[in-house]
């Protein structure tokens, strides 16, 4: 893909296509770059897929963006997805200490969490969420 911008800009600005299909698609094209498929996953709610591929893939910096640049506010669906693909707790740990608490629903958080049995795991980035 030569017109990496114009990828970027329609699937940032167009409602005119499919998005399971583009979603497949750019996963097929295996770009280097992330931010399509970023993008067209967070407009339409395929956090999981999008974690789920990123994971696998070992695009773990394309997965720091999107919570920390992207949208912060998701994730707690990206820590739920971690912790369903049996992500290493450190990993999920370092990833929650890159993210402004106060972007994040600590609600959504402890209940996604905790829909994983992992609750312990939290303690450190609530302590230290808590102490700033």
């Known amino acids: 893909m030569q017109q990496f911008p114009e990828v970027e800009r329609i699937c940032r600005e167009n409602d005119k296509f499919n998005p399971d299909k583009v979603k497949n698609f750019l996963i097929e094209a295996k770009l280097a ?5 970023i993008i067209v996953c ?3 709610n395929f956090v999981k897929d999008l974690v789920n591929y990123l994971y696998r893939n070992q695009q773990y910096k394309s997965i720091e963006v999107y919570v920390q640049r992207v949208n912060p506010a998701r994730t707690p669906s990206v820590v739920g997805t971690l912790l369903a693909l049996d992500c290493e707790e450190s990993v999920i740990q370092n990833l929650l200490r890159s993210v402004d608490p106060a972007q994040i629903s600590m609600d959504e958080l402890v209940k996604e969490v905790e ?10 980035f609530l302590e230290a969420t808590i102490q700033s």
């Open 115 to 124: 829909s994983q049995n992992r609750l312990k795991m939290l303690l450190p």
């Open 42 to 44: 967070d407009r339409f």
């Open 33 to 37: 770059e992330q931010l399509p498929l």
